[in-house]
């Protein structure tokens, strides 16, 4: 199974010395690739929310790490300030693609380079269709209350969007964050706690009680195929 030692052996031998995370949440792609660059590669983290941030802060402890509070569409940086600059499953979230992959291009250096992944909608198992299931309800409900999250694409409509952005793969492979599917009870039912929460939002809207069906529907299927965070593709393009 692919690993993110792809990316450690792809990297291996660059120098890489400062390092751009959009979109960062928690920071849980940063703990991912710090490995791949090294302790002494200085990471920086962006995202516009402060309860991730401060979860971001507890979670990562590393000196040459830091936190800002800002948007991917208009990054506070010089022009090729970044040996590397990630995007780790929030195309899906962006407003304006174009607009974040083109500041992404104006931050990295010349022969740097954009590593993106992407959670994708094809090539999965019953239990990742079940975290798919999940994930497309929870952008229905954001969606509703104007909240940009749209349904994960395929893998090769990600790689169509980076070529119209002209983002070219160097580098392409799967990767799973989640090794086996989810059974044990404790934690399925904390995934259906979660949906139930999420149709709350929507009772008094038209569509309440399709999706409460869905909601019998992942219950149903969680006991049958358990819950797994469906598969990235992750792509590294080259910047000239």
Same mark, same amino acid.
């Not at 490995?35 to 402890?61: K, M, Q, W, Y």
């Given at each position: 199974?692919?690993?993110?030692?792809?990316?450690?052996?792809?990297?291996?031998?660059?120098?890489?010395?400062?390092?751009?995370?959009?979109?960062?949440? @928690?920071?849980? #792609?940063?703990?991912?690739?710090?490995?791949?660059?090294?302790?002494?590669?200085?990471?920086?983290?962006?995202?516009?929310?402060?309860?991730?941030?401060?979860?971001?802060?507890?979670?990562?402890?590393?000196?040459?790490?830091?936190?800002?509070?800002?948007?991917?569409?208009?990054?506070?940086?010089?022009?090729? @300030?970044?040996?590397? $600059?990630?995007? @780790?499953?929030?195309?899906?979230?962006?407003?304006?693609?174009?607009?974040?992959?083109?500041?992404?291009?104006?931050? $990295?250096?010349?022969?740097?380079?954009?590593?993106?992944?992407?959670?994708?909608?094809?090539?999965?198992?019953?239990?990742?269709?079940?975290?798919?299931?999940?994930?497309?309800?929870?952008?229905? $409900?954001?969606?509703?209350?104007?909240?940009?999250?749209?349904?994960?694409?395929?893998?090769?409509?990600?790689?169509?969007?980076?070529?119209?952005?002209?983002?070219?793969?160097?580098?392409?492979?799967?990767?799973?964050?989640?090794?086996?599917?989810?059974?044990?009870?404790?934690?399925?039912?904390?995934?259906?706690?979660?949906?139930?929460?999420?149709?709350?939002?929507?009772?008094?809207?038209?569509?309440?009680?399709?999706?409460?069906?869905?909601?019998?529907?992942?219950?149903?299927?969680?006991?049958?195929?358990? #819950?797994?965070?469906?598969?990235?593709? $992750?792509?590294?393009?080259?910047?000239?």
């Amino acid at each position: 199974m692919a690993t993110m030692e792809q990316l450690k052996t792809f990297f291996s031998g660059k120098p890489i010395g400062k390092v751009l995370d959009i979109g960062t949440g @928690s920071g849980d #792609f940063i703990r991912l690739i710090q490995p791949v660059f090294g302790e002494n590669t200085r990471i920086t983290g962006i995202d516009p929310s402060d309860e991730a941030l401060t979860e971001a802060h507890r979670l990562n402890t590393s000196p040459n790490i830091e936190f800002l509070k800002m948007e991917g569409e208009k990054l506070g940086f010089a022009d090729g @300030s970044f040996d590397v $600059v990630c995007l @780790s499953n929030a195309m899906h979230h962006l407003a304006d693609p174009a607009k974040t992959f083109s500041e992404m291009k104006r931050v $990295v250096k010349s022969g740097g380079y954009l590593l993106i992944a992407e959670i994708v909608s094809d090539k999965l198992n019953e239990a990742q269709e079940n975290q798919k299931m999940f994930h497309h309800f929870k952008s229905f $409900v954001d969606q509703k209350f104007g909240i940009t999250h749209r349904e994960t694409w395929t893998e090769s409509e990600v790689i169509d969007i980076l070529a119209s952005n002209e983002i070219y793969p160097e580098l392409i492979f799967p990767y799973n964050r989640m090794q086996k599917p989810v059974t044990d009870r404790e934690q399925l039912d904390g995934w259906i706690q979660k949906f139930e929460n999420h149709l709350n939002q929507l009772k008094g809207f038209p569509e309440y009680n399709e999706k409460a069906q869905l909601f019998e529907s992942f219950k149903e299927r969680l006991s049958v195929h358990g #819950f797994q965070v469906a598969r990235q593709v $992750v792509v590294v393009g080259k910047i000239t």
